[in-house]
């Protein structure tokens, strides 16, 4: 049960008697969050919000002739929603008829608590003194790694949260969802004598303070190699150099690490959402949700947004949900496979709209109209002959290449999109050296970004955390293996 389940049934049944008979249908989507969190800056400055709640409910009313209109009402109790409703319903009333409208149907409608039974709060885990600690593990790592010729700062920000949500409508559904989720960025600077180097790990999941520290806010083994790993690079990235002009002319592929994947979500997840096909801006589908091309990769392609481990199929990863705002329980949906584009990312109403069935991909920032979201997208190989585990194998034919990792994100054009990454290293004759190249870009193409996927090595990763902006905010996670591509005017990398 929520935390205040009672109180929060009591505002839905008030607004569902205030709409009934009046509409042709209507649902809501009721969140309320919690969260702890502490950031530090680079000069030890630090922030700390012990306590940070927030709430809202978010309403859709449909009539007969296709009127739609999805409403924020904050967060009312029983007496104020029926105010809200009068107010919603002057809204719906001028609208115009729209005879495309459909929600598709509920796959399931049974009543079901997804989650925790129990998701201790912030509080009850003592959040703020746990993650006062951790911090100043973290400036004690960071502290004794320091040295005269490498003089190195920490910025960190830290939190955890809980979020409760109901979804239900005037059919009598009523489902919920109680998930925790605890993240990590810790971002090292080193101070040379004439150079600069920087680095940013980021750890979480769906899960409890206790992924990133103990009791008495001591780091977990993920949190304390993601640390290390972030004080030897931008230690590291002190001597890194640039790539010469020759080295420039003579690449001929790009080795792109899990951690360096954004533009997996960028460029490519946000063309398969179907609210953003069905508004005629995705690149790679016609507003009919028919493809623009029957191959959007090489043959070695499979891509997959959703809340599952590619390795085993248990939930995992920093964007799952068990449903989504809708109520529809999440599905792991295969967007590309063997190159081929094969499906989208729904809503109801955008799966109504095409006449297919939501795979439980529509949420929102609470309070906020509900929207096709991404949750974990990961590139992955689409046969095994594809995936390589020798990593000899894997770069065989290699005569110039680099092997990129880390990423900052980018910015997105209407076609594609630039991300930056961390750092580089070059890959000669089929060797990966210890040449270290300082952070650059990748320029990718939407249409063309993926043609040139040759190969795939070790197992897939999906723990490249991000907060992913549409209007609103939503956690998100990419990755997949380390892909090997050729590089063309479609993918093009400048360091």
Request: proline letters at 4%; charged letters at 25%; one cysteine or more.
């Amino acid at each position: 049960m929520l935390t205040n389940e009672t109180g929060m049934r009591a505002t839905c049944d008030a607004f569902f008697g205030a709409v009934a008979g009046r509409v042709a249908g209507a649902d809501v989507c009721f969140e309320r969050s919690t969260r702890a969190e502490v950031e530090r800056d680079l000069d030890g400055g630090t922030r700390v919000t012990a306590h940070a709640s927030r709430g809202g409910l978010v309403a859709r009313l449909w009539d007969a002739q296709g009127r739609c209109l999805e409403v924020g009402l904050g967060e009312p109790g029983p007496m104020d929603v029926k105010l809200r409703v009068e107010e919603a319903l002057e809204a719906l009333a001028p609208l115009a008829p729209d005879p495309e409208f459909a929600l598709a149907d509920l796959p399931n409608r049974a009543n079901r608590h997804f989650g925790s039974d129990s998701v201790p709060s912030p509080a009850e885990q003592r959040a703020p003194e746990r993650i006062a600690g951790l911090v100043g593990a973290l400036e004690a790592m960071v502290g004794a790694a320091s040295s005269p010729a490498a003089v190195l700062q920490l910025r960190a920000r830290v939190y955890t949260e809980v979020e409760e949500k109901v979804v239900c409508d005037d059919r009598g559904l009523w489902r919920t969802q109680s998930i925790a989720s605890s993240f990590l960025q810790v971002e090292v600077q080193a101070r040379g004598e004439a150079t600069r180097g920087r680095w940013v790990e980021r750890v979480g999941d769906v899960a409890t303070l206790d992924v990133l520290c103990g009791p008495g806010g001591e780091p977990t083994s993920r949190v304390e190699a993601a640390a290390s790993k972030a004080i030897s690079r931008a230690v590291r990235m002190l001597e890194a150099r640039t790539l010469t002009e020759a080295e420039r002319a003579a690449l001929t592929h790009v080795i792109v690490d899990a951690s360096a994947m954004v533009f997996v979500h960028e460029a490519c997840g946000h063309n398969f959402e179907a609210d953003i096909v069905l508004a005629g801006h995705s690149g790679l589908f016609h507003a009919s949700g028919a493809p623009v091309s029957e191959r959007v990769g090489s043959a070695a392609v499979r891509l997959v947004d959703g809340p599952l481990d590619p390795n085993d199929g248990t939930p995992r990863g920093f964007g799952t949900h068990f449903i989504d705002d809708e109520g529809v329980e999440v599905e792991t949906v295969v967007l590309i496979d063997a190159g081929r584009p094969v499906d989208c990312m729904h809503s109801r109403e955008t799966a109504g709209r095409l006449g297919r069935q939501s795979n439980g991909h529509g949420f929102s920032d609470i309070g906020q109209p509900r929207l096709v979201r991404m949750t974990n997208t990961s590139l992955v190989a689409a046969a095994p002959q594809f995936q390589q585990d020798d990593l000899q194998a894997f770069l065989r034919g290699i005569a110039l290449g680099l092997w990129v990792e880390g990423s900052n994100g980018g910015e997105v054009t209407g076609d594609g999109m630039s991300a930056s990454v961390q750092c580089g290293r070059l890959v000669r004759e089929g060797r990966l050296t210890d040449e270290w190249i300082r952070p650059g870009m990748l320029t990718v193409r939407t249409r063309g970004a993926l043609l040139g996927v040759e190969a795939f090595h070790g197992p897939p990763r999906i723990d490249r955390l991000g907060f992913c902006g549409k209007g609103q905010t939503k956690t998100v996670s990419e990755g997949g293996s380390t892909a090997r591509i050729r590089l063309s005017d479609d993918f093009v990398v400048g360091c």
